[in-house]
Every structure is written in C-alpha cells, then in structure tokens.
C-alpha cells in the first residue's frame, strides 16, 4: 500500500526516495553531454524509443529527468519534458503539435511574450484567434472542425482577469480539442489544472517554482487525459514505437526538444529542483501578503485600480475562490493619472524595480512602457492594460515593511 504524503514532504523527499547515487539527498548534477553504452543495442533500442536510457543531453539528462519526476508529482500528471524556459516550452508545444491548416484558440490576455511567439506562428502561416477567454461561450464561438488547441492562463498576467478554467475543460473534452494551461501564475501548489480536464499544463520554472530568480526554466506535463491515439498529427514512426497514452509527449521531446534544443542545463535543474522544495512555505506567506496589499491599495484614494482575484470587486473573484488554494502574489495597481508611475517607483526603496516574477522579493514594473510597450496603445487596450498600471510580483518580506515601503512612496 502506497503512503499519500503532502504537497511539501513530497516534493522534499522525492529525489532522495528515487535512490541516487552515493545515498546523496538531492539528484547530483549531471554534466557529460553524451553518454557511454557496453552493448550498442542499447543505444539503438533508446534512439528506437525502444527502452529509457540517456543517449545526448540535448533531449534528456538524469539531472533534469529527477526534476521532471517532480514537477510531474506536483501536478499529478503522466509524465513531463523540461526546457530552458518557459516560452521555450510553449514554443515546442506549439511546434510538435500543429501544422499548417489548423487553429488554435487562445485567450486575448496571455502574457506578452507569449502573445508576442502567437504572433509569429501567425505571420508563418498558423490560424490563430484570440478571445475573452473568461466565458468557455467566447471559445465555443470560434471552435471549428480545423480547431486543434485552445490554449489559456489561470491568471492573466498583468491585469489577473481568471479564465472559465472549468467550462473551457469542459468544451474541449466534448470536441476533443487540446487543452493546454499555462500553470504559472498559480503554480502547482494552488491549482491542479488536470481538476479542469486540462490535456497539458505548462509551467514557467523560472517562477514560483523554481523561487529564488537564480535559474531559467520551463516545463511541459501531460495529464494523461487527452487521447493522442485519435490526434492526426502525431507522426506514423512514434505511433510503432511507444505507448500511446505517451505519444503527445514523445512528440513534443523529439520534435520540439530535441529539433529546436529549448534544453535545460542540469545545473539550472538542480537549482530549480532545490527551490522547489519551498513552494508551498513561500506561496502561503506571498499570498498572505498579497492579499493585505490589494486591500490597502483598494481603499487608497490614489489608486484607480486593483487588479488582483482575491479582492470581492474582482470580475472574477468567486470563480477564483472555487478554482484557486490561495490568490496568488500577482497584482497589479492602476494609479490616479496625476501620479507619474516612474517617479512613484523611484521612491520605493524596498520594492526592487525589476522584471520577473514569483521571486522572494517583491518587484515592481511599470507595464506599458516595458513587457506591454511592442504591442502598442490599442492592443494594450484591448487587453485591459492601462497605461499607468504597474505590476506587482509580492514577495515574502515582513509586510509591515512592505506597507510601510508603498505608504512613504504614496504619501
């Protein structure tokens, strides 16, 4: 009888239960690129797909498999594939699984990057429409038969507006569309998007899993239910080799890992596996304190706007409470236009003036003038994103010194 243990005790205990060598803790590190076989049947049988085993670290290394097992653990799926970045994962997603002819449904919110390689895909030929993907009937109204993927955040990044995680789930299983989810703002501790009928969950590990801003990293996981037997693109030489609940993700390592070589270093692994350890501590007290922040910032006469699920005004606050552990520590805060947000950012002296988020720190941008500022006045209206708006990554600091740090700036 296997023993359900926590989310924390888990994630600390899962490299050390998977036996390493020397009886060390944590997964060792990793660096040979290439790897030594006495039998060369077995180096074919692992090109062949035939049996696991290392061949070139472009497309697998222990290091980042026992980070993979982990993730894979944390967001109760099949199995998962790491990669350099997050936008390195999307992009290989994309690129394993569609081709020229089909379309793509995606929310208008999605972070700009990623609406930004969207883009891309589009000016290369791919169809791809953008909705308010709060309301599953947005995304039922552009569901062809050509629709091969809708592809949603659980909490937009910057303006925080939650999708209609359940009913979008619900959407794709009925037409048996690729569900992907981009885990990143809640992360897996808060949310599980396979409890939403997702097909594949990406994850930023540069974030809040990873933690502490020391390592790029993303990850893709596939939840096991989506039936990739009856998906038209996976390639007929796969379909010989593997299982086929393992098809999708066989695809993307060979085709978007390998061929594109998004990979992840086992250096970065090891620090992300590390981080990871202290998701659950570190999102409990972010989440505390950002929840004590948005309720200051609602109340104060020079903020126009807070952007952030857990406060009631919150468009979709109540979908969050059901969907989501905790709110999050992403926020964002609309300034009375007569404050400079420049000038106001200087006066912060705890609060770093950086990019990224799900740090240990709290940081502070201001958005369109910096990751919103390429696409422009109309599309940043478009997506909810006022030009005063400044976005809010909250950290884990003490929080009256935190407050104290916006009070002296606001005063």
Same mark, same amino acid.
């Given at each position: 009888? $296997? ?10 205990? %899962? ?33 062949q ?5 290392? +061949?070139?670290?472009?497309?697998g290394?222990?290091? @980042? ?23 390195? &994962?999307i992009? %290989? ?11 793509i ?33 947005? @995304? ?8 091969k ?29 690729? =569900?992907?989810?981009d ?5 897996? =501790? ?24 020391? &390592? ?13 037997s ?12 593997v299982?086929?609940?393992? /098809?999708?993700? $066989? ?5 978007? #890992? ?24 570190? /999102?409990?007290r ?5 929840? &004590?922040? +948005? ?24 979908? &969050?409470?059901k ?6 520590? #992403? ?11 420049? +000038? ?43 030009? $005063? ?12 010194? /935190? ?8 005063g």
């Open positions: 009888m $296997t023993t359900k243990r926590g989310f924390t005790t888990t994630i600390l205990h %899962a490299d050390r239960l998977g036996k390493p060598e020397h009886g060390s803790l944590h997964k060792p590190i990793h660096t040979s690129v290439t790897y030594g076989h006495e039998d060369v049947q077995d180096l074919v049988d692992i090109f797909n035939k049996k696991k085993g290392y +061949a070139y670290s472009r497309q290394n222990p290091t @980042v498999t026992a980070l993979e097992h982990k993730v894979t653990n944390m967001e109760k799926g099949l199995s998962s594939i790491a990669f350099s970045t997050g936008m390195a &994962a992009s %290989a997603t994309v690129m394993a699984l569609i081709k020229h002819g089909d379309h449904v995606a929310s208008s919110f999605l972070f700009g990057n990623s609406r930004s390689i969207f883009q891309t895909y589009i000016d290369l030929g791919l169809d791809i429409t953008f909705v308010d993907a709060t309301d599953v009937e947005n @995304v039922r109204n552009e569901v062809r038969a050509n629709t993927m809708v592809f949603v955040e659980t909490i937009a990044n910057p303006a925080t507006q939650v999708a209609d995680l359940q009913g979008i789930g619900e959407l794709c299983t009925q037409k048996g569309i690729i =569900y992907v989810v885990n990143t703002m809640t992360s897996p =501790y808060l949310f599980n998007p396979i409890d939403v009928k997702a097909s594949l969950v990406i994850n930023s590990l540069t974030k809040y899993i990873g933690g502490h801003g020391d &390592a790029l990293g993303g990850c893709v996981t596939d939840t096991g239910l989506f039936n990739w009856n998906y038209p693109n996976i390639f007929e030489t796969f379909k010989k080799q299982k086929p609940e393992t /098809l999708g993700l $066989t695809q993307i390592r060979k085709k978007g #890992l390998r061929d594109a070589g998004g990979t992840l270093s086992p250096e970065a692994a090891h620090t992300i596996a590390v981080g990871a350890e202290t998701l659950a501590l570190r /999102l409990e972010a989440c505390n304190n950002a929840l &004590a922040l +948005a309720q200051y910032f609602e109340s104060h006469p020079m903020i126009k706007n807070v952007f952030y699920p857990g406060i009631k005004s919150h468009k979709q606050h109540e979908r &969050a409470g969907l989501f552990k905790k709110f999050g520590g #992403l926020m964002s805060i609309e300034l009375d236009e007569s404050i400079d947000c420049l +000038a106001f950012l200087n006066k912060l002296k705890l609060v770093v003036k950086s990019s990224n988020l799900g740090d240990t720190r709290t940081l502070a941008i201001p958005v369109a003038q910096t990751i919103f500022f390429e696409l422009g006045a109309d599309k940043r209206a478009e997506m909810g994103i006022p030009e $005063t708006m400044i976005r809010l990554s909250v950290g884990i600091e003490d929080l009256e010194d /935190l407050m104290a740090d916006f009070k002296e700036a606001l």
